[in-house]
């Protein structure tokens, strides 16, 4: 006696509500926080916060992140983004310039985006004599007519556990002319 075929549809249509619900509560807690700015944009890590910062210094741009870190929720990570107009340059000189310090450590040279880019470390005291260390991971990458030079950063104890996070934001930021 033939039963004829079975049906799938309703287990079927629980696994994909399900899915779909585990899928959407991880976008919800992870998805990262995208920003764009004049021929950039990057994603920072979730529930951080991106605003222009009106600094002098910086004639084409800056722009400030400040948000949790994803496994320390007491401390916060920070970063900021630069554009910086050029004409001719000797590249690693002129973003050593721009750096707080102008110390690039662990450097190397790669295309992000299809742009030559560089991702390097420095370090930085965030209140001169108190000894609290912040290590950033920062990428520069050519535009064209600028430098776009984008920082990821913590303090320095919690850096090695949020290294790869930290240099996957840096390597996100994508530039146009």
Known sequence: MAEGPINFGKPLLY???????????????????????????????????????????????????????????????SGW???????????NAFVAERIPGGNLENKEDLDIGNKTAMIFQYEEEANKG???????QCSAVKRGDAVVIAVAGCQKKFFAENEEMLKKVVKSLRCER
């Open 15 to 77: 696994l994909v509500i399900i899915g779909c619900a585990g899928a959407g509560y991880y976008a919800y807690t992870h998805w990262p926080s995208h920003y764009a700015g004049p021929g950039w944009d990057i994603d920072f890590p979730h529930k951080w916060e991106c605003s222009p910062a009106n600094d002098p210094a910086f004639p084409g741009g800056k722009w400030v992140a400040t948000g949790p870190m994803p496994n320390e929720e007491h401390f916060n990570g």
């Open 130 to 136: 108190a000894g609290d260390w912040w290590r950033f």
């Open 81 to 91: 983004v630069t554009v910086n107009f050029h004409g001719a340059i000797d590249f």
